[in-house]
């Protein structure tokens, strides 16, 4: 069993940056596959960035490729989203995901795959 708190969310306005933590419990975190996801008010979630549990593979998506970073600290068993150049869309409560992979090389993008969630923590963009 694996748990997962988010935190690093708030108001912030168009252009400027947030970090997000995602901090696991367990003994395990080196073998789990991690994800960012989002959700926005009256839309579906979507996948927004995975890194594999080597840390050598990551994925992103195309909307905020090159505007934001995952990177994951296996000794503080903490995953990070780094997100730069705000916009008013990117306006969502972020989740993070995290399952087993057999691979260290392999990352998901859907969010199927994910065994344990976190409760979230909400971004706010102004313009």
């Known amino acids: 069993q694996v748990q997962l708190v988010e935190s690093g969310g708030g108001l912030v306005q168009a252009g400027g940056s947030l970090r997000l933590s995602c901090a696991a419990s367990?003994?395990?975190?080196?073998?789990?596959?991690m994800g960012w996801f989002r959700q926005a008010p009256g839309k579906e979630r979507e996948f927004v960035a995975a890194?594999?549990?080597?840390?050598?593979?990551?994925h992103y998506a195309d909307s905020v490729k090159g505007r934001f970073t995952i990177a994951r600290d296996d000794a503080k068993s903490t995953v990070y989203l780094q997100m730069s150049s705000l916009k008013p869309e990117d306006t969502a409560v972020y989740s993070c995901?995290?399952?087993?992979?057999?691979?260290?090389?392999?990352?998901?993008?859907?969010?199927?795959?994910?065994?344990?969630w976190g409760q979230g923590t909400q971004v706010t963009v102004s313009s």
């Open positions: 890194i594999s549990w080597s840390g050598g593979n990551t």
């Open positions: 367990g003994r395990t975190f080196s073998s789990y596959a």
């Open positions: 995901a995290a399952t087993i992979a057999l691979s260290g090389n392999t990352y998901y993008t859907e969010g199927s795959r994910y065994a344990y």
